[in-house]
């Protein structure tokens, strides 16, 4: 069983950044790819970006549109997504997730899922 905690989201001005965080403890992370979604209230969930289990592989979503970027520790179990350029279109809350298989991460499907880390961008 893999347990994730996100971190890193606050209150944030338009333009500004921030790095997310998503420690994991338990199981087999270091084998599970791993992907961060977001969601605003009353909008469904967003895929926002995704690295494989090696960390050389990542995909993103329209919504990351080149500002955000995803990486992991290559030892270590977390993951990061540093969020770049904000606007208060980004307002949400930012999940990480983590699946042996990468094609239902990418799809929307986990194993595993933390709670969410709450970034509001001002403007």
């Known amino acids: 069983q893999v347990h994730l905690v996100e971190s890193g989201g606050g209150l944030v001005q338009a333009g500004g950044s921030l790095r997310l965080s998503c420690a994991a403890s338990?199981?087999?992370?270091?084998?599970?790819?791993a992907a961060w979604f977001r969601q605003a209230p009353g909008k469904n969930r967003e895929f926002v970006a995704a690295?494989?289990?090696?960390?050389?592989?990542?995909t993103y979503g329209d919504v990351a549109q080149g500002r955000f970027m995803i990486s992991r520790a290559r030892a270590g179990n977390t993951v990061w997504l540093r969020l770049s350029d904000l606007e208060p279109e980004d307002t949400a809350t930012y999940f990480c997730?983590?699946?042996?298989?990468?094609?239902?991460?990418?799809?929307?499907?986990?194993?595993?899922w933390g709670q969410g880390t709450q970034v509001t961008v001002s403007s």
């Open positions: 997730a983590a699946d042996l298989n990468w094609g239902r991460i990418v799809g929307g499907i986990a194993d595993y």
């Open positions: 338990g199981g087999e992370f270091t084998d599970c790819n």
């Open positions: 690295i494989d289990w090696s960390g050389t592989g990542t």
